[in-house]
């Protein structure tokens, strides 16, 4: 067995309506004056008003910031930023929504507690002084920004993303209450939870693994793997339970290992092309596990035949509705093969790059985005 050092610090509630202890976490953690950092959607769905209730009922001041894109950049951090210094002191932040709200809520405690910019933090552990203690509460099924101290802000003008983790950065506590994730569209179900098996397929297999990491990792794909299809029914709660669990056991693998080559390409596709997270990781998941495999074969049989799991993960996309090449994609710019060397040298400086289990050359890089044109 390999050696692993792990600090599992997080309360976690689980279970329908548990946001109703949303303000019952606040003052366990000391928080009197509180912002919530959201996106729109959420507002339009009803779940901030479940929120706000709850805050009522202790007469918990609260404040919100609802101006979160789906892929967050150095400009809705400082927004955010702006906003919460307006209304200060706040003692406490809650991320509320998607992996952009949660990673959002991270990088402003990062610049609210210690000041700077977020380039300022790219890396680990660069914070100096203490960060607010915040809550994290996820209403997809399957980013794990919950678990992670890293929050991934993308560089405004650039488009790069930046990896800004710190332990402090952490929620301290994690409310997964699976009727907030009741409204979630089909579509959007489909591509978080497509980046929940990424996570899950990618930690258990990166050379960071360890065998902590690959108890959550497992457990994560098994519940995931199964739950899937029946989980982009909004009427199946009790499989959408399963998925929101899945997606923070996942994270949680993250956060004791790291993820891969998958993760490594889908960053420039976001950054080039506007694709949103989920779907780009979804675009090379099948690849990168037939590259992988020749390496780490027996790894990927623990959790499921070594010869059809990419063919598995095609299929959930499928059934997902999920593209399988860029072309299907609703892209920002033009797709043009011309783009793949400059993909493939970025996707080559990627933190995730250096973990995958197999390593890769420029010419491999290209090969593998050349699967997706």
Not at 111 to 123: K, V
Not at 219 to 232: D, G, I, K, Q, R
């Amino acid at each position: 067995m390999n050696s692993f050092d792990t600090v599992l610090t997080q309360r976690v509630i689980f279970g329908d309506n548990s946001i109703e202890k949303l303000a019952e976490s606040i003052i366990a953690l000391g928080g009197s004056r509180v912002l919530i950092v959201t996106d729109p959607g959420i507002e339009e769905a009803g779940i901030l008003n479940r929120a706000h209730a709850a805050l009522d009922n202790e007469k918990i001041p609260c404040y919100v910031f609802s101006d979160v894109d789906s892929n967050p950049t150095t400009k809705h951090v400082d927004a955010a930023v702006h906003y919460a210094k307006t209304h200060a002191p706040i003692d406490l932040i809650v991320g509320l929504g998607g992996g952009s709200a949660m990673d959002t809520a991270k990088g402003v405690n990062f610049l609210l507690t210690n000041g700077g910019r977020m380039e300022d933090y790219w890396g680990t552990n660069r914070a100096t002084k203490p960060m607010l203690p915040s809550i994290g509460i996820p209403t997809t099924i399957g980013t794990g920004s919950e678990a992670q101290s890293y929050a991934l802000i993308s560089q405004e003008d650039t488009h790069i993303k930046m990896a800004c983790g710190d332990k402090k950065a952490q929620f301290r506590t994690v409310v997964l209450d699976p009727t907030l994730t009741k409204t979630l569209p089909r579509d959007v179900a489909a591509i978080t939870g497509i980046d929940a098996i990424a996570h899950a397929v990618e930690s258990y297999v990166c050379t960071r693994r360890n065998p902590m990491s690959q108890m959550f990792s497992s457990h994560a794909w098994y519940l995931l793997n199964e739950h899937y299809e029946s989980a982009l029914e909004k009427q199946n709660s009790k499989a959408r339970g399963k998925m929101l669990f899945g997606a923070y056991l996942a994270g949680l693998a993250i956060e004791n290992s790291m993820l891969g080559a998958a993760h490594a390409c889908a960053n420039p596709l976001t950054a080039k092309y506007g694709l949103t997270h989920g779907i780009a990781v979804a675009l090379m998941l099948p690849h990168v596990i037939r590259f992988n495999r020749k390496v780490v074969g027996e790894l990927y049989s623990e959790i499921y035949p070594v010869e059809t799991i990419a063919d598995r993960i095609e299929q959930l996309k499928r059934i997902g509705e999920l593209p399988n090449t860029l072309q299907e994609c609703h892209v920002q710019n033009s797709v043009n093969s011309d783009d793949i060397p400059t993909l493939a040298n970025d996707a080559a400086q990627q933190w995730t790059a250096q973990f995958n289990p197999r390593s890769l050359q420029i010419h491999d890089y290209i090969e593998l985005y050349k699967e997706i044109f």
